[in-house]
């Protein structure tokens, strides 16, 4: 609970925000945008009037607005509120009060960590907090904050929950802003999708050491797919889980696939499908019916149909098609134990 009669600390604010506290450092040192109120002389403490003031900065910058004009602009509503008829009314804080804090025009503050949100016109819903700090990252272009955001959101939630709820909604509401703006937004989709990709790559990067042993797990967008965000992230939770996964990215050609299939014997090949133009059913039913090993005791890799691409067919023998992150991962992790089970009846 902050300390509301010294005032909100900075990290505080900048979580209600969806800014870096380096941002907000840089904010008061170049434009004069910072609290008055200083504990000991140096730490800040922002007050519900530095906030409004925050607010309408972020608010102008996610329109494109330069900092420093943003920042005039700002202080200007602050030093003359009073408008007549015919000045439009300030649109409402789409940021929720911070806790302790009274909200704005005297609204008492929301509690939940979930709301319809607002970031800074994407078409958001009712998400988590953390969704609405990364839209408006995403829409103001703020590269280091979007790191920070993604970091904290692995770190506090796990990868799965973080991707389920936290990365895939902000970048749906990007994409579909995009398809209705006119090509508008394509920058930010492309941001947020290289930053997504890094946080990604951070998890899978961290993860522990798989053991060499076992056979591996193919990742392969299936061919002309281009989306890989879905499979990166799995091949994220497969390094959480210490499982050894090969990620080959987006439109692996056919024969590419058959080659790493036939050299690498995988316990299972991940085929991801976008859309139904992409689902290539026949070389899926090519790769499930693939075998190595010694004579006598060959096996066939599983195949996870993954992807919304594939639905709206039954799922042949020898396939899983699963409904999500979560689902894959378990899936591929109850394989592994089966296999660990049948090697010690082996032995």
């Given amino acids: 609970m ?19 506290p380096t941002t907000l450092r840089s904010w008061d040192r170049r434009y004069g945008i910072g609290p ?20 309408e900065m972020c608010r102008l910058t996610a329109t494109g607005v330069p900092p420093a004009e943003a920042a005039r602009a700002a202080r200007t509503a ?27 025009r005297g609204h008492e503050p929301r509690s939940s960590a979930r709301r319809p949100g607002a970031g800074n016109g994407l078409p958001l819903g009712d998400v988590r907090r953390e969704c609405r700090g990364l839209a ?14 993604l970091r904290d959101a692995v770190a506090d939630h796990g990868l799965v929950t973080a991707w389920e709820e936290v990365m895939t909604p902000t970048l749906h509401a990007v994409g579909r802003r995009w398809e209705t703006s006119g090509d508008r ?40 797919e281009q989306h890989t ?43 991801w499908s976008q859309a139904r133009s992409t689902a290539n059913h026949a070389l899926a039913r090519h790769v499930a019916a693939s075998s190595f090993g010694v004579r006598g005791a060959r096996t066939h890799p599983l195949v996870l149909l993954a992807g919304p691409g594939w639905a709206g067919r039954s799922v042949p023998a020898g396939m899983l098609r699963p409904g999500g992150l979560r ?13 660990s089970a049948e090697a010690a009846v082996d032995e």
């Fill in 185 to 224: 937004y394509v920058e930010v989709e492309h941001l947020l999708s290289w930053h997504v990709s890094t946080a990604l790559r951070r998890v899978t990067s961290n993860g522990p050491v798989p053991v060499a042993a076992v056979p591996p797990l193919l990742l392969a967008c299936v061919p002309g």
């Fill in 229 to 271: 965000l879905p499979l990166e992230a799995l091949a994220a939770g497969l390094a959480e889980r210490g499982l050894p996964g090969r990620m080959f990215g987006a439109a692996v050609p056919a024969e590419a696939l058959d080659a790493a299939v036939r050299r690498t014997g995988p316990a299972a090949v991940v085929l």
């Fill in 2 to 20: 902050p300390d509301t009669e010294h005032g909100v600390t900075t990290g505080a604010v900048a979580r209600h925000l969806g800014v870096s």
């Fill in 136 to 149: 408006r990252a995403a829409v103001r272009l703020d590269g280091p904050t979007l790191d920070s955001l």
């Fill in 78 to 104: 602050r030093s003359h509120p009073v408008q007549d008829a015919d000045t439009p009314a300030r649109p409402p804080s789409p940021y929720p009060p911070l806790p302790g804090t009274s909200g704005p």
């Fill in 327 to 339: 689902e894959a991962l378990d899936s591929l992790s109850r394989l592994y134990g089966e296999r």
């Fill in 36 to 55: 008055d109120a200083r504990v000991g002389g140096r730490h800040r403490r922002w007050t519900p009037g530095d906030i409004a003031l925050l607010e």
